[in-house]
């Protein structure tokens, strides 16, 4: 079997007492689309630049198609970070700005790779503009156009959707995705958005104070979260004991049930396909959730229940 395309071995990284990275071990796939997830500080942004060499670990090894990448400086290792901010050069034009990776190609052969870019962005036409004179969503893909362009063999992308809106982030993200699939690319993206990892993500990570936490697809995150932190950082739960129920699996009655939860709505709120309420029973505070307007209003007796197989067991 040939080697994963990255492999993360026991990986440690500290700033003075700070420890970013504690013993990370992780493969990633060529072709694959990776979402390192996870709260702010978590070491997310560190462990991609050890992989962009950008940092250099203090225990632990990185190895690229097998072979150990520590010696190479970041601008010989075929990686690209693309930053939250784009980093485009303001006094260049867009297509200067897409041709600046390309600089030890001969001169008609980086000019037709800056067409094919900006086709590929759907920005053709647009190569002489400033970039100033490009809404946010399309300076956003002149980035991306400028990083693919000296072909990487892996794109990473630290919160690209940051400076977006949620409906532009939310096309963008389908964009991201359907390139990535039509290049065949290997991309690493770094949010704190749980939705969008799961929107984009063929496997994720959750980080927490720099140790992964838990790695899968996200299905399985989110119905087979391994700790209660994992099942707390993506979606809503509810926890009774060591079992986590998630709020779209609780049915609210309006007659008692047998082996049901009483309590009163103190809450709902209407979303569109689905409403939210909060029912506070005896013991806890529960969130439910139901397709469509609400039947139910605050003050509400309500008795819950949830099939068994909805409860996770959790181990820690
Ligand atoms: P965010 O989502 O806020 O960007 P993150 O998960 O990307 O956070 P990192 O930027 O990797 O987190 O930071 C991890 C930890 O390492 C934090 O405690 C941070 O303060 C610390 N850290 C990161 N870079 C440095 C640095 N150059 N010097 C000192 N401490 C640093």
Known sequence: MSPPLVRFEGVS??????????????DIQEGEFFALLGPSGCGKTTLMRLLAGFEAPDAGRILLDGRDIAALPPHRRPV??????YA??????????????????????????????????RLDGLGARKPHQ??????????LARALAPRPRILLLD???????RKLREETQLELMALQRRLAMTFMIVTHDQDEAMVVADRMAVMQSGRLAQVGPPRELYERPASRAVARFIGEVNLFGDQAVRPESITLHRQ????????????????????????QTEAALVKATAPGAPTFSSGDQVWLTWPTDAAVRLER
């Open 13 to 26: 990284k500290r700033f003075g007492g700070t420890v970013a990275v504690e013993d990370v071990s992780l």
């Open 80 to 85: 690209h970070m693309m930053f939250q901010s």
């Open 88 to 121: 485009l050069f303001p006094h260049l034009s867009v297509a200067q700005n897409v041709a600046f990776g390309l600089k030890g190609l001969p001169k008609a052969a980086a000019a037709a790779r800056v067409e094919e870019m900006l086709a590929l962005v």
């Open 134 to 143: 490009l809404s946010g969503g399309q300076q956003q893909r002149v980035a």
């Open 159 to 165: 919160e690209p959707m940051a400076a977006l809106d």
């Open 256 to 279: 008692p049930q047998p082996d049901a939860l009483a309590g009163t709505v103190t809450d709902y709120a209407y979303l569109g396909d689905r409403t939210r309420y909060l029912v």
